[in-house]
T-cell receptor, first 116, second 114 residues
């Protein structure tokens, strides 16, 4: 157990719909990262938040948005869903802003989104 | 940003030592090198991290040459359960490469055969 909690674990929805994925980081971790992993693909970096502020964006679509709340949990909002958005969405947390010399990114088990 | 390059796939047999090399030619001074393991439908899991020379823990060793432009993950005596995708990640606090983007490469799929 990494200590990172993601909900829901599975989600099936239709094209055009909107969903929200939730991530609770490890206790004490200030950074939250979101990644998308399509079938048999690598991890695509979406966005990074640190202590409530957006720090970096990757190839995140305009239909997607995220935020980190004062209690440090984060939500990833996906709207106008398309078939190609079907993927595993991972959240990771870390103490600092990047890979630190004390450790690592801690990943949740992911939220599997299926768009029909 | 330090881009990483790894072999797409590798095969090995149980009991053998496996070495996976990652190239990161434009690594920045403050960047650390971290390796992760991912099983299907699971989140990646930390294996080992280093800055230079050699680091060893209970599961792996990490070799980093003096120029730090590459790194090699060494898995001793692999078993079937080591079949997974292995990613190297380069990044760190401060320095020009730290933009908050921690970008994974395509990873190396290791298949361990009996």
């Amino acid at each position: 157990d990494s200590g990172v909690t993601q909900t829901p674990k599975h989600l099936i929805t239709a094209t055009g719909q909107r969903v929200t994925l939730r991530c609770s980081p490890r206790s004490g971790d200030l950074s939250v990262y979101w990644y998308q992993q399509s079938l048999d693909q690598g991890l695509q970096f979406l966005i990074h938040y640190y202590n409530g502020e957006e720090r970096a964006k990757g190839n995140i679509l305009e239909r997607f948005s995220a935020q980190q709340f004062p209690d440090l949990h984060s939500e990833l909002n996906l709207s106008s869903l398309e078939l190609g958005d079907s993927a595993l969405y991972f959240c990771a947390s870390s103490v600092g802003m990047g890979v630190t010399n004390t450790g690592e990114l801690f990943f949740g088990e992911g939220s599997r989104l299926t768009v029909l | 940003l330090a881009k990483t390059t790894q072999p797409i796939s590798m095969d090995s047999y149980e009991g053998q030592e496996v070495n996976i090399t990652c190239s990161h030619n434009n690594i920045a001074t403050n960047d650390y090198i971290t390796w992760y393991q991912q099983f299907p439908s699971q989140g990646p899991r930390f294996i080992i991290q280093g800055y230079k020379t050699k680091v060893t823990n209970e599961v792996a060793s990490l070799f980093i040459p003096a120029d730090r432009k590459s790194s090699t993950l060494s898995l001793p005596r692999v078993s079937l359960s080591d079949t997974a995708v292995y990613y190297c990640l380069v990044g760190g606090l401060g320095g020009s490469s730290n933009t908050g983007k921690l970008i994974f490469g395509q990873g190396t799929t290791l298949q361990v055969k009996p």
